[in-house]
């Protein structure tokens, strides 16, 4: 599903909000750290979840800064007065906006690398425990509905092995 320009610039703000909620947290927790009671997995995965946004966000405020600097110029090209410097500011807004369309190319590629499924083998073994028929017709049943699901997702199936 593609995203407009504008419901991509919202899913990154949410992002950059949540960016700025983990880099509190994880300086609490840092803080913390040696203290009874404090969980050393949730630091860990505040900060693993931190460092996954990292790369997106920054780049996201970039484009904001990038955003605000070319409208500043824009502004400062439609006022009046020096015809030196509205040529100046002319020339900044262009290449300002260039660098925005360049961003946000950019955002658009982190974003589906980061929404699209993770391309990585899975491997799925079932077994029919004790039982006897009614277990191994259990295993089928799950097999099915395992091999069906993943045929309506579009994964590929490969048995490896199997007994009738």
């Known amino acids: 599903m593609s995203l407009s320009r504008q419901q991509l610039i919202e899913q990154l703000a949410k992002l950059d909000r949540r960016y700025t909620e983990l880099e509190e947290e994880v300086a609490t927790l840092a803080a913390l750290a040696g203290q009874r009671g404090a969980d050393p ?3 860990q995965q505040r900060s693993k979840e931190l460092s996954d946004l990292r790369e997106i966000v920054l780049t996201f405020r970039t484009y904001q800064r990038v955003e ?3 409208a500043e110029a824009e502004t400062l090209f ?3 007065g020096d015809l030196e410097m509205r040529e100046l500011a002319k020339d900044e807004a262009y290449q ?3 660098q925005q369309v360049s961003l946000l190319a ?3 590629q982190l974003w589906a690398e980061r929404t699209q499924a993770p391309e990585r083998p899975l ?3 079932v077994r029919a425990g004790t039982g006897g028929l009614e277990a191994s017709l ?3 049943d799950l097999y099915r509905m395992y091999t069906k699901y993943a045929a309506k997702c579009a994964l590929t199936v490969e048995p490896m092995h199997g007994q009738p």
């Open 96 to 98: 300002l906006r260039r």
């Open 78 to 80: 439609h006022a009046q």
């Open 138 to 140: 259990f295993v089928a």
């Open 106 to 108: 950019q955002l658009e």
């Open 41 to 43: 997995k949730v630091f």
């Open 123 to 125: 491997i799925v073994e």
């Open 68 to 70: 605000r600097d070319a």
